[in-house]
């Protein structure tokens, strides 16, 4: 019995086991609208974002993704398989689906006039490539 656990111990120490992927990705397209809460009551109170070219680290583990926007510290993302290549990854008021295969993403921020964050609503898509070695 010992032998068999010790073999079983030692199978599982070598075999290999999947890293995480590191990417990098970049904004192709955005557009939003941030809630202006100082206009008038019965005016319009969502302003246009403008396009921002952002950069965004991406680590995927086999259930999560992690997103680091601009350097300021990674935000995990609980993350389930729409298909083969296509993963859909969520943490509150974002939405982040992946394309394994050709490295293309599109991300939902839906916050801030429920959670009173500057950005109400922003969609951004863009691609992702391997960190130059």
Not at 9 to 21: H, Y
Not at 31 to 49: E, I, L, T
Not at 50 to 68: G, I, K, S
């Amino acid at each position: 019995m010992k032998t068999a656990v010790f073999i079983l111990v030692l199978l599982l120490s070598i075999a290999p086991t999947r890293a995480d992927e590191r990417l990098w990705c970049l904004d192709e397209g955005s557009a939003g609208y941030g809630f202006d809460r100082n206009r008038a009551v019965f005016d319009d109170k969502s302003k246009p974002q403008a396009f921002m070219r952002d950069h965004t680290a991406l680590r995927l583990t086999e259930q999560n993704a992690y997103l680091n926007f601009q350097g300021l510290g990674e935000k995990e993302f609980s993350c389930s398989a729409v298909n083969d290549d296509v993963i859909q990854c969520v943490r509150p008021f974002q939405l982040f689906v992946f394309d394994k295969k050709l490295y293309r993403f599109n991300l939902a921020e839906l916050g801030g006039y429920v959670a009173d964050d500057p950005r109400s609503i922003v969609l951004r898509f863009g691609t992702c490539v391997p960190p130059s070695r």
